[in-house]
């Protein structure tokens, strides 16, 4: 039987985003003691901005130096170029990037602009690169309401690798607020890594906040493991949390 998945709850997102930060800080930090180096996986949205504040934070006033990091970004749209406002290439530039010191060549994204023909090898190169730095030591991740984890919607496999996708109604509605609210302007498709890429991070910390979030999230850690809900495998991962302010936590029934 799967276990449930850890779960912490916190009066708001800030406090949630101040743990999971500190978590990576002190990796950051016994890493740097090693002279070794630290593997992120990042994620966009909405979930992890207060995890970027604090860490942008850490840096400015405590000094922490992202230096020895290296990130891999989850996903990206198709035909979206990395300088597009609405790529996620722009977001983590904004949000996190232009403000702490990880060295450019050690950031890494999937490209959406690969052409069609170059996509599969593109996706194998990315899943090359991961491993040729020992796999993804702390992965962040949010949740969409489809309940996928980058852009694994229902139908993903948990063995699924980084590949093209087409991105689900749910997930496209939702979208269309970064794309001047107009469901056209979404694009239909995205790459992403895939659930058995992600399952393979050492560890994992998925972020979830407001009501909006409080069914998927109750599927996922309280129902059955299914594809229907891709963020339901990270039951069967050894080291995965979820970090709930209390509406997002408001449905998860109280264990016996
Ligand atoms: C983003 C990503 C998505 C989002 C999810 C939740 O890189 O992979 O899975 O994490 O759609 O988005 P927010 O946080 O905006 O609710």
Redo the contacts with the bound molecule.
């Keep these: 039987m799967p276990k449930t998945i850890r779960y912490r709850v916190f009066e708001n997102p800030d406090s949630a985003a101040a743990q999971v930060a500190g978590e990576i800080a002190q990796l950051i930090r016994e890493r740097a003691l090693l002279d070794r180096q630290v593997v992120l996986g990042l994620?966009?949205?909405?979930?992890p901005l207060p995890l970027y504040e604090e860490l942008i934070y850490q840096h400015r006033e405590e000094r922490l130096s992202f230096s020895n990091v290296v990130t891999f970004n989850?996903?990206e749209y198709t035909g979206v170029g990395r300088n597009d406002p609405a790529s996620?290439h722009t977001f983590m530039r904004k949000n996190f990037f232009d403000h702490v010191d990880i060295p450019a060549r050690q950031i890494h994204f999937l490209s959406g602009t690969t052409p069609p023909a170059k996509i599969a090898a593109h996706c194998e190169a990315y899943e090359d690169l991961i491993e040729k730095h020992g796999g993804i030591d702390y992965q962040i991740?949010?949740?969409?309401r489809s309940g996928?984890?980058?852009?694994n919607e229902p139908g993903s496999s948990i063995v699924s690798r980084t590949r093209l996708v087409e991105l689900g109604e749910i997930?496209r509605n939702?979208a269309a607020r970064d794309f001047g609210d107009s469901l056209e302007n979404v694009p239909t498709h995205a790459l992403t890594m895939g659930c058995g890429t992600i399952m393979e991070a050492k560890r994992i910390a998925l972020l979830a906040w407001g009501s909006a979030k409080a069914s998927v999230v109750r599927r996922a850690i309280q129902g059955r493991v299914s594809s229907k809900v891709c963020a339901s495998y990270l039951q069967k991962h050894e080291a995965a949390c979820f970090y709930l302010d209390s509406p997002a936590a408001s449905l998860l029934k109280v264990e016996k």
Excluded at 43 to 47: E, F, L, P, Q
Excluded at 141 to 144: D, Y
Excluded at 148 to 151: K, L, P, R
């Design positions: 994620a966009t949205g909405r979930s989850l996903d996620f991740l949010g949740i969409g996928h984890v980058g852009f997930t939702d």
